[in-house]
C-alpha cells in the first residue's frame, strides 16, 4: 500500500520569496507522483506530474518538483510566489500495478498563504 | 472542450436521507473516479468506474454504491446519511491505462452538507 506524507500543513510566506512544499511517499512499487492545487472552493487543478525520465519535472505558474527516489521524496518549489499563489496544495502518488493505474492517494495537503 | 462536470454543486440533505451526485467525465474519458474530501483533509478514494462496472474500491462502507451509463458518465450514491458524510465529494475522469501517462482531471465538486 502506499502512503503519502505532506510535512507541513501550513506554509506561510511573504510575495516575491521561494517557497519549498514537502512531500514524501511510501510504497513498494513504483509510483507516479503529482502535485494539485485546489483554490478555495474549487476542485483540484493539476500543477506538475512525474511519470519517469528525468527527475526534475517543471509544471504550470512556475512550479517545478524534484523526484528523488532515494528519499522518496517529491518536493514542490517555486523561485518566487505571489498573492495568487495562496491555496491548498496536495501531493498524491499512483502505483502501476494491481491495477492502481488511475486511482491517487493523496497527503492531508499543504495550505500555502502567501502575505503581502 | 468540456471538462469535467459534476451537479448539483450544493445540496444540504437530513441525517437518514439518500443523495445522489452526478458527473460527466471531460471529452474522451472512459474511466471515473470518485473522492470524498472533508473539511480540513486531502482526497479519500471511494471507487472507480470503468466499462459500466466497479473496478476499485476504498474504505467506504456499502451504503457508498455507484453506477456508470453507456455515456461514460457517472453516478454517486449515499444512503442513510451521516453528519460525517458532510464532504465536498470530487469527480475525477481519466483513459484507462492511457499509454501517454496518467492525467486525471477533476471536477469542482459537489458540497454535501449533511444536517
Known amino acids: 500500500a502506499q502512503s503519502v506524507t505532506q510535512l507541513d500543513s501550513q506554509v506561510p510566506v511573504f510575495e516575491e520569496a521561494p517557497v519549498e512544499l514537502r512531500c514524501n511517499y511510501s510504497?513498494?512499487?513504483?509510483?507516479?507522483l503529482f502535485w494539485y492545487v485546489q483554490y478555495p472552493n474549487q476542485g483540484l487543478q493539476l500543477l506538475l506530474k512525474y511519470l519517469s525520465g528525468s527527475t526534475l519535472v517543471k509544471g504550470i505558474n512556475g512550479f517545478e518538483a524534484e523526484f528523488n527516489k532515494s528519499q522518496t521524496s517529491f518536493h514542490l518549489r517555486k523561485p518566487s510566489v505571489h498573492i495568487s499563489d495562496t491555496a491548498e496544495y496536495f501531493c498524491a502518488v499512483s502505483d502501476l500495478l494491481s491495477g492502481g493505474y488511475n486511482k491517487l492517494i493523496f497527503g492531508a495537503g499543504t495550505r500555502l498563504a502567501v502575505h503581502p | 472542450d468540456a471538462g469535467v462536470t459534476q451537479s448539483p454543486t450544493h445540496l444540504i440533505k437530513t441525517r437518514g436521507q439518500q443523495v445522489t451526485l452526478r458527473c460527466s467525465p471531460k471529452s474522451g474519458h472512459d474511466t471515473v473516479s470518485w473522492y470524498q474530501q472533508a473539511l480540513g483533509q486531502g482526497p479519500q478514494f471511494i471507487f472507480q468506474y470503468y466499462e459500466e462496472e466497479e473496478r476499485q474500491r476504498g474504505n467506504f462502507p456499502d451504503r457508498f454504491s455507484g453506477h456508470q451509463f453507456p455515456n461514460y458518465s457517472s453516478e454517486l450514491n449515499v444512503n442513510a446519511l451521516l453528519l460525517g458524510d458532510s464532504a465536498l465529494y470530487l469527480c475525477?475522469?481519466?483513459?484507462?491505462?492511457?499509454?501517454?501517462?496518467?492525467?486525471?482531471?477533476f471536477g469542482e465538486g459537489s458540497w454535501l452538507t449533511v444536517v
Open positions: 510504497s513498494s512499487v513504483s509510483v507516479y
Open positions: 475525477a475522469s481519466s483513459i484507462h491505462r492511457a499509454r501517454s501517462g496518467n492525467t486525471i482531471y
